[in-house]
């Protein structure tokens, strides 16, 4: 299997990622180049060949990258913004579920892989506590949103949310280390479900990620969820790599769309699970 690390050069979280995964990990430069950057190679302890590339393009931009790059599957590596300017690290699928403001393609899903966002997120959790003691720094999972649009699984992970954080090594570093982790790690024993409802930054769904053995793929938000009809909830069972076992419902996150939601899920003979019954087992 072939994975693609792809960071810009216009983004300093993602050479500050890149960097580290070369000075960490026994990436070697294979003497090939793109984009007139060049190729470091990792074979990992799964035989994945694993690829790191830096591109002269915003990678929200990137449309179908995995045309021009032959991998099976890519993360990429990037900054993060927020209003707040919260420290943060962040990992989440790509897609829109409605205009394609930042990338991608007007409502339409990429390839998702559920257990690699949650072994992802399990590993940022514990190497943030393994390192960095720092307080009001947040680590999250985010709903599914912008491009750019490739039709191979694709995830992004991501520094927040300033030039400060961005340029942290050991932000880079605990990065580094989880990217190459999860791609190491064998645990892929979950119930994958595909997520609607709550906030962006995905409070309940963080919960359940980690505290149970439920991994999340697509997430639509609660402020996207009038856009949401039976064929988008299809679509991103459709682009989960893994086979979906049930819908996920932030309940107190679906607001007044609740109801309609629900018969749509019934209308798709789809089972779903509420996440206020879940954290309350």
Known sequence: MKVAIVASSRDSAGINISSNLIESFDFENIGEKFQYNEIFRYKNQK??????????????????????????????????????NTPSFAAHPIGNWDKADFGGEERKLCFSSAVLLKN??????????????????????????????LEKPAVFVEIGSTEKEWNDKLNGKIIAKTIMNAL??????????????????CFNLNK????????????CPKYMLEKLNEELIMKSI??????????????KGLGNEKQRIVELLKNLNLEFKRTDQILME
């Not at 399990?122 to 999250?140: A, G, H, R, S, Y």
């Not at 359940?208 to 997430?219: E, Q, Y």
């Not at 076992?245 to 309940?251: I, R």
């Open 184 to 201: 190491n790690n064998q645990n892929n024993n979950y119930k994958i479900a595909v997520g609607i409802g709550g906030p962006h930054y």
């Open 47 to 84: 035989n994945h060949i694993v690829n790191l590339y830096e591109i002269n393009d915003d990678l929200i931009f990137s449309e179908n990258i995995d045309k021009k790059i032959d991998a099976d599957s890519f993360i990429f590596a990037s900054k993060h913004r927020s209003k707040e």
């Open 208 to 219: 359940i990620v980690l505290r149970t053995d439920i991994a999340v793929s697509h997430i």
């Open 238 to 251: 459709e682009k989960t790599n893994e086979k979906v076992d049930f819908v996920l419902l932030d309940w």
């Open 120 to 149: 992802l997120f399990l590993d940022l959790n514990k190497n943030f506590f393994l390192v960095k003691k720092e307080k009001n720094f947040q680590i999250t999972l985010e709903a599914t949103h912008h491009g750019p649009y």
